[in-house]
């Protein structure tokens, strides 16, 4: 199984990005994906998540309003879309699995596959 994560890089304050996280060798469709992030310094912590379908979704109250989490099942990916960044979005994110298909769970340790990573900095 591998989550690949990608699309992060360095943006200003108040800028977008989409970062994608790819997956293989697991039946995406039956997974609820969600995103984390972790700072320099901080504990792993909970973005966004989705069910398999894409019904439903559950943010962070952080992060609610200007992150979107999608999928596209047919692309066997999961998509986080970020507006207006702020400097405390620095961190890595990761994206991770969740064989309960239609769970939206906040806690790390219920997600069964991890992706590596991929730095979001943001400079004022």
């Known amino acids: 199984v591998q989550l690949q994560a990608s699309g992060g890089g360095l943006v200003q304050a108040g800028g977008s990005l989409r970062l994608s996280c790819t997956t293989s060798g697991l039946t995406f469709s039956e997974h609820a994906m969600g995103w984390f992030r972790q700072a320099p310094g901080k504990e792993r912590e909970f973005v966004a998540a989705?069910?398999?379908?894409?019904?439903?979704?559950d943010y962070a109250e952080s992060v609610k309003g200007r992150f979107t989490i999608s999928r596209d099942n047919a692309k066997n990916t999961v998509y986080l879309q970020i507006l207006s960044l702020k400097l405390d979005d620095t961190a890595v994110y990761y994206c991770a699995a969740d064989s309960i298909p239609l769970a939206l769970s906040h806690s790390p340790i219920t997600y069964d596959y991890w992706g590596q990573g991929t730095l979001v900095t943001v400079s004022s």
């Open positions: 989705i069910t398999w379908n894409g019904y439903s979704t």
